[in-house]
């Protein structure tokens, strides 16, 4: 069973940084790829990135190219969501989830584990 675990969210001020840290069990974690997802309220989850099972390969949504990076370290089995110039839009709830595949994914139904997720707040 692989359980995943957020944490790092918070209020911060437009402008602000944040890191955002997902936490798995599970020996297979490195064989897989992960990625995080955002949820809003009110809207539809919305693909956020995702990294390939070695971190040789990472994949931004457009609208936070250039202020997010995502990252692993597969020897702490620990994934990352590095997020500068924080603005009122990036509001949202924020999960960590598991790819079914090596490479990363896109789609919300290519994940088959998900953590709890994480609130993060940006004011204005």
């Known amino acids: 069973q692989v359980q995943l675990v957020e944490s790092g969210g918070g209020l911060v001020q437009a402008g602000a940084s944040l890191r955002l840290s997902c936490a798995a069990s599970?020996?297979?974690?490195?064989?897989?790829?992960m990625g995080w997802f955002r949820q809003a309220p009110g809207k539809e989850s919305e693909f956020v990135a995702a990294?390939?099972?070695?971190?040789?390969?990472?994949f931004y949504a457009d609208s936070v190219k250039g202020r997010f990076t995502i990252s692993r370290d597969n020897a702490k089995n620990m994934v990352y969501l590095q997020m500068s110039t924080l603005k009122p839009e990036d509001t949202a709830v924020y999960y960590c989830?598991?790819?079914?595949?090596?490479?990363?994914?896109?789609?919300?139904?290519?994940?088959?584990?998900w953590g709890q997720g994480t609130q993060v707040t940006v004011s204005s």
């Open positions: 989830g598991r790819s079914k595949y090596y490479s990363g994914s896109y789609s919300w139904d290519e994940y088959d584990y």
């Open positions: 599970g020996r297979t974690f490195s064989t897989y790829a």
């Open positions: 990294i390939n099972w070695s971190g040789a390969n990472t």
